[in-house]
């Protein structure tokens, strides 16, 4: 799970970074505005609920918030976003796939395509590498609570792991769990940093310190791009790999 961690905490560590400057709202008002059309009320809506999340943690206003939510449910502006899957190969044949939300699906795949062609990959077809990934629920805990505690907790609410990782416990659920154990966290006022829905390929290709350096590269610039919400890969660096700033 390292190389899968390392690239995490690099997104977690860029997050905090656009948060300062605003960046991160635009890509939470899209997840916000897609998943209220699942409904509007957080509590019968989990995927709404992890969004609104993550906007509390930006300290997004609450006015841009009910905009996005009435935007997405049909109450307020409506709004032509849609949900894009793309796939492909980078630098060591690594897979990457990339999880957008456009209302020009057109530009997204086209920026997307220069993305991988820049940096030596390419676009790959429907269902190319989306079968080596699984959908799960990743919940991050500070060390202040007891790894015996936590584990009681969250593997009577369903969780499968809880994962040392270092500066903090990592929980690992299924899709369908992670709003029981969230709800149990909250019921043993257990306190998590982080919670969201991922992608996590099974099977990894290990990576040396030069070609981890070129997959990261295509990683962030695909990041960067306006219309991308996540980036997954399953690429595994190396344990001793430092990040160039």
Known sequence: ??????????????????????????????EITVAAKGGPDPDDNPRLRLALDKANAANMPKDNIKRAIEKGSGTGETGALEEIVLEGYGPGGVA???????????????????AFSKFGGNLGT??????????LGIIHISKDFSEEDLLEVVLDAGAEDLVDEGDYFEVITSSTDLSNVLEALKTNNIEHTNAELTLRAETSVSLDQEMSEKVLKIMDFMDELDDVQEVHTNAEFPENFEVKE
């Open 126 to 135: 429907d269902g190319s590498v989306s079968y080596l990934f699984n959908k």
């Open 96 to 114: 990457i796939l990339v999880e957008a939300m456009s209302d020009n699906r057109n530009r997204t795949v086209s920026d997307v395509r220069h």
């Open 1 to 30: 799970m390292a190389g899968h961690s390392k690239w995490a905490n690099i997104k977690h560590r860029k997050a905090r970074q656009d948060a300062s400057r605003g960046k991160i709202w635009t890509k939470v008002i899209r």
